[in-house]
């Protein structure tokens, strides 16, 4: 990757002009056996549109903070991407009462009510679909996002030095997240092309690292599994083989 990328972003931006055919998010879910794959082209064609939706019509604004109530899945690494590119912090099972907007999967979202900014809510169904009717007081992603334009520009530059993702109680700026992201990286053994996966949760920068950004770093890609405890050892074999796994991190 490119060694001037100070967020990620930046790094997504790298992929992009590196090859974006190649493969860059494979999401399992063990407990209802969802497969989604998204090259780097389409995860960025994602990431584009729900910037555009943050920047746009949430009026997000460098330094918002968000509160991201969402598990480990394809749809809360393109929110974790789209926070980068305006410049809002992704605050990881943050506190909604305290965020200026918050999205949530459809286990939190009472918790998520707590929120007095604008509300997102995900319904985490196959294929990105939407609720069969949508939560009072909250946006349907699925819904919104489509129609979003898919180049996005930020109204004003974003500050690598700024303060990106908090998870864990710990807060990283973007060039501190890329620069962690590297470091995890060399210590997972992954290289240009590598296959890494995970069954982490993402409520941890261990499991954040893991399933997105260390992979993205190296210039590789993630097999991102939820529910894995759902999979025997033999089922697990077959997916490490069937998906070319190079190194894993369960």
Known sequence: MNSSDRTPADLLRSALSADPARPLVTFYDDATGER????VATFANWVAKTANLLQGDLSAEPGDRLALLLPAHWQSAVWLLACSSVGVVADVQGDPATADLVVTGPDTLERARACRGERVALALRPLGGRFPQAPEGFA???VEVPSQGD???PFAPV????PALAVGGAE???AQLVARARED????GLVP???LLTGRTYDTWEGLSAGLFAPLAAGGSVVLCRHIGQLDADGLAKRVDSERVTNTAV
């Open 36 to 39: 989604v794959e998204l090259s």
């Open 140 to 142: 349907d992603y699925a």
């Open 151 to 153: 180049r996005f520009a």
């Open 159 to 162: 500050d690598a030095d700024a």
């Open 172 to 174: 990283l700026t973007g």
């Open 185 to 188: 990286a060399a210590a997972l």
């Open 193 to 195: 092309g590598s296959r």
